[in-house]
């Protein structure tokens, strides 16, 4: 099967509600090729800083959609629908802005406020369950990306455009028969 997902923008926000740690913001393409819908659950992203200083991983999980995405509003502003997983009908591009938190929910926990650092490079990459198989996308970056600045600890939205030599082109999404 042959689906591709390739993200063209993203965005951190800082903070939402009570958790201060930053969510991270994926304007993503999926596209299903075959005639049978796909499933998508649980996407992850497994998130790298290219600092000598820092070998850490940060796990990220999807947590909800956004139907728009406005520099000048919160996710709550924007409209955001909680989720878990969503459907790819056949022959079809589902597109979307898909919202990502800390895997880490315990307050207890160091992730749980976990800050991008302006000036450092992140590289992300992505795993989720397809049709009930677990697929992992750990071998080649889905993007990678630095934020300029300290995004606003008002709860609003710092935008960045992916830049296109980083994209990835037909990532399948099915592996190859």
């Not at 951190?12 to 009570?18: L, S, T």
């Not at 201060?20 to 790298?48: F, G």
């Not at 959609?65 to 022959?91: C, H, M, Q």
């Not at 049709?131 to 600045?149: A, R, T």
Request: proline share 8%; hydrophobic share 30%.
């Amino acid at each position: 099967m042959h689906n591709s997902l390739s993200p063209y923008s993203y965005c951190v926000q800082r903070g939402f509600y009570d958790l201060k740690s930053d969510h991270l913001i994926l304007s993503l393409e999926w596209k299903n090729l075959q005639n049978k819908t796909a499933l998508v659950r649980i996407p992850y992203l497994k998130i790298i800083p290219k600092d000598p200083t820092n070998n850490n991983h940060i796990y990220y999980t999807y947590v909800a959609d956004y139907l728009t995405v406005s520099r000048n509003k919160t996710i709550a502003e924007n409209g955001w629908t909680p989720s878990s997983s969503f459907i790819v009908p056949p022959k079809s591009i589902s597109g979307g802005w898909r919202v990502f938190r800390t895997l880490n929910y315990n307050t207890e926990d160091p992730l749980y406020n976990f800050q991008f650092t302006p000036g450092t490079t992140y590289d992300v990459f992505i795993g989720y369950e397809l049709n009930g198989k677990i697929i992992n996308k750990l071998n080649q970056p889905l993007l990678s990306f630095k934020i300029s600045k300290d995004p606003s600890p008002s709860q609003k939205i710092e935008c960045y455009h992916s830049h296109p030599q980083k994209l990835l082109e037909n990532v399948n999404l099915y592996p190859s028969k």
